[in-house]
């Protein structure tokens, strides 16, 4: 062989490149079909793993509850279907191999062909030892040699070729139809470990079943080897047969090789015409007749060899004797190159041919899988794509809405609490203004009261309390009358409001709702007086006293405090008040003993109300004084009138008097205690009105709350599934990218192996 492609120079090689390069010249051509089933068979492999995952992250993601629909049950069921076929490819691609069958008439000497490729005696061969069956010679990585025959699994052991043609004469079993497979020994023959097959046949011109044989041994085959003999030329028988082939098969590889050509030795003078005349017949019948090849290509199917020649040499080069040696005709050398020649050409077109027959069929299937699995991913992936545009978007708006209801939460909060601060401030004044406007027509109120009157201390008690419930109820009423209405419709029209604003940031089933969900309930303020309490202290004066007597006198003049501490001897000294902090830069302060002119009467009265206790001398100083100036007769005239004037009021001082005089006094007390209460009334009405109205718009701000929740859960539930479809996404893009990845595997085998065998 390296006769055909020479060596290179040890010299140039330099470093692994080189040497890489070097054994790929060097390599032998089967090595394609080697390296392509091998590389085949990892792609297969890989897609294998490939389609298992796609069909496990397909029927995951189909199951998937929290997500709608990306996938379908048919995507699912056909990529599982594709996991089936493609382990079933698998195993098919891992029992392929390269198959060449031998044809030609009895004797000569395929099997000798095949020996001599073998570089050992494998087959019978010779005299007395024609194949009498198909015989399959194969590899085996066992060390020992064995017989398989059609339909038994039993290996017969065979040590020697004589072994091999004793047991196949001595199966009476076999005939013409029949298959014998050889096993033999990977290391004893180089050929038989590139999954090389060879089969031999015998004579087509012994069996008239050549179609039979043709469906059953040579359907499968890559390239078909003629080994016509040279001192004869092409019989019809030949042609016939391989006719058929032809007709069976398109454009079958053949190779006619013209064997004992080493008897043209005895005549050289012939043997160029010779040649020429058998290389015409046999190009005229690939060319003109099969039509398997151009005029072109015809020298390198056609070759003229001495199988028995090769056979001799190559078995003495492995005995270590040298090649040459030996009875061996003149132009030996030439016929070895010629055989040599065969051989290159051969494993290149058996190797080129098996790689497209094996193997092209099966890439395309694993094209068109890959490129279905690659649609079905993108399809997945855009659906997972626009799934999670859609989520998305729902996030998105679902956090404006959120945004937009917090805003509004927060400037409509504002505006309730400015609605309710005046609401409440207005029916604060309301409340006072109508409870002063009462307060002042009080003496009203208790003049309607009537009730038997006695001065004694249990009808007193009971008069009192029955009076107390009777101002409460009738101040509560007539300040109610008031206010009321106008509170009520303020009050109902704020609610009114803050529903109104309100609604805009709820859904639109509780809209509708909201009114049932908020109920207004008939409000009515409560004006909680406790006169019983506040009049408590209350003691009335219904004891008679004149009207001209020195208390009363001193009473109209200072007034019931003042007359008090006038006759109870007020001889203290009148207390000074502080200092005042001047109101403005130009007013001074008042100084340290100034006093009121209420005060200073109390002093005088009361100096003077001293001065006539201390002795009688006064009185008579005085009336000496006054007799002398108007005399006894108008002393007894005043005095007469002044005691007609007593026993006039002392008898009118009845019961009723005494009511009139109760009532009076109860006014003024009351009036003055219920001014203490006027503000604190209205605060507390007010305070009423403000939890009223806090406690519907805190209602309003639960379904407020409920929908912020009902969005938080609808985000977090968007966010969870956009992370879902993420992944899901990103899983659906590489298992993509994935089936790109094998078709450029695959185009890359194709490139390099089929389109190369073209």
């Not at 007086?529 to 009049?535: E, R, S, T």
Request: with cysteine; hydrophobic share 40%.
């Amino acid at each position: 062989m390296s006769l055909v492609f020479p060596r290179a120079n040890t010299n140039a090689v330099h470093g692994k490149k080189d040497k890489r390069l070097m054994a790929e010249v060097n390599a032998s051509p089967l090595k394609h079909f080697v390296t392509a089933k091998k590389k085949i068979n990892g792609i297969f492999e890989q897609l294998g793993a490939y389609i298992k995952e796609s069909a496990s992250f397909l029927d995951d993601t189909y199951k998937n509850g929290e997500l709608d629909p990306v996938t379908t049950e048919e995507q699912v069921q056909e990529v599982r279907g594709y996991l089936a076929k493609v382990a079933g490819i698998g195993e098919v691609l891992a029992r392929r191999h390269m198959k060449v069958v031998f044809f030609g008439r009895t004797s000569n000497g395929k099997s000798s062909v095949i020996n001599a490729m073998l570089c050992d005696k494998v087959l019978p061969s010779g005299i007395g030892h024609t194949t009498n069956c198909f015989l399959r010679v194969e590899g085996t990585d066992g060390n020992e040699a064995f017989l398989l025959t059609e339909g038994s699994e039993e290996r017969k052991s065979i040590k020697t070729v004589n072994q091999l043609a004793h047991a196949l004469h001595q199966d009476k079993d076999l005939d013409a139809g029949s298959l014998v497979c050889v096993m033999w020994p990977k290391a004893k023959c180089a050929l038989l470990r590139d999954d090389l097959v060879l089969v031999d046949s015998p004579g087509i011109d012994v069996t008239t079943e050549l179609d039979s044989w043709i469906d059953k041994f040579c359907l499968d085959a890559d390239v078909f080897v003629l080994v016509a003999n040279s001192e004869s030329t092409l019989m019809q028988t030949e042609k016939s047969f391989f006719h058929k082939v032809n007709e069976r098969l398109s454009s079958p590889n053949i190779f006619i090789l013209n064997n004992r050509w080493d008897a043209s030795a005895s005549e050289p003078e012939y043997m160029e015409e010779v040649r020429r005349q058998h290389m015409d017949r046999c190009t005229n019948f690939l060319v003109d007749e099969l039509g398997v090849v151009d005029r072109a290509q015809a020298s390198d199917r056609i070759f003229f060899v001495s199988a028995k020649e090769v056979l001799q040499a190559r078995v003495q080069k492995a005995q270590g004797m040298p090649e040459a040696g030996g009875a061996l005709a003149e132009g030996f050398q030439a016929r070895m190159f010629e055989f040599q020649n065969f051989e290159r050409r051969f494993e290149e077109c058996i190797s080129q041919s098996a790689v497209k027959t094996k193997f092209e069929q099966h890439t395309v299937r694993a094209k068109q899988i890959s490129e279905a699995l690659r649609r079905i991913m993108d399809s997945v992936h855009i659906a997972a794509q626009e799934q999670r545009i859609y989520c998305f978007e729902t996030k998105e708006d679902r956090q404006d809405r959120l945004e937009f209801i917090d805003k509004q939460l927060d400037l409509l909060t504002m505006d309730c609490k400015a609605k309710i601060k005046k609401i409440t401030e207005e029916v604060e004044r309301q409340v006072s203004n109508a409870m002063s406007e009462e307060i002042r027509k009080l003496h009203v109120l208790v003049d309607d009261y009537h009730m038997d009157f006695h001065p004694s201390p249990v009808v007193l008690k009971v008069y009192k309390n029955e009076l107390h419930r009777h101002i409460e109820e009738g101040l509560g009423k007539n300040v109610s009358e008031r206010c009321s209405t106008s509170i009520t419709s303020a009050l109902q029209a704020t609610q009114t409001d803050m529903i109104e604003g309100l609604k805009p940031l709820l859904p639109n089933p509780v809209r509708e709702q909201v009114d049932k969900l908020v109920p207004r309930q008939c409000f009515s303020l409560s004006y909680d007086l406790a006169c019983d309490k506040l009049c408590s202290d209350f003691q009335e004066d219904i004891s008679f006293h004149f009207s001209l007597g020195w208390t009363m006198l001193v009473n109209r003049f200072l007034g019931p405090k003042n007359t008090r501490r006038a006759l109870m001897g007020y001889s203290d000294q009148v207390p000074r008040p502080m200092a005042l902090t001047p109101v403005s830069t130009s007013m001074p302060p008042f100084p340290q003993s100034s006093v009121t002119q209420e005060e200073l009467m109390v002093s005088m009265v009361t100096g003077l109300a001293s001065l006539t206790s201390r002795t009688s001398m006064g009185v008579l100083v005085v009336g000496g004084v006054v007799w002398k100036a108007v005399g006894w007769r108008l002393i007894a005239l005043s005095v007469g009138l002044y005691g007609l004037l007593y026993i006039y009021e002392r008898l009118t001082w009845t019961t009723r008097a005494k009511e009139r005089a109760f009532k009076r006094q109860f006014v003024d007390y009351a009036s003055e205690k219920l001014q203490l209460i006027v503000s604190y009334t209205g605060s507390n009405c007010s305070h009423q009105v403000q939890q009223e109205l806090a406690g519907v718009f805190a209602q309003l701000c639960q379904q407020v709350d409920v929908t912020r929740q009902n969005l938080e859960d609808e985000i977090t539930d968007m966010n969870s599934k956009i992370e879902l479809l993420d992944s899901l996404q990103s899983k659906a893009k590489l298992l993509r990218n994935k089936a790109g990845w094998l078709d450029s595997e695959l185009n890359m085998f194709t490139q390099q192996y089929l389109h190369h065998s073209k």
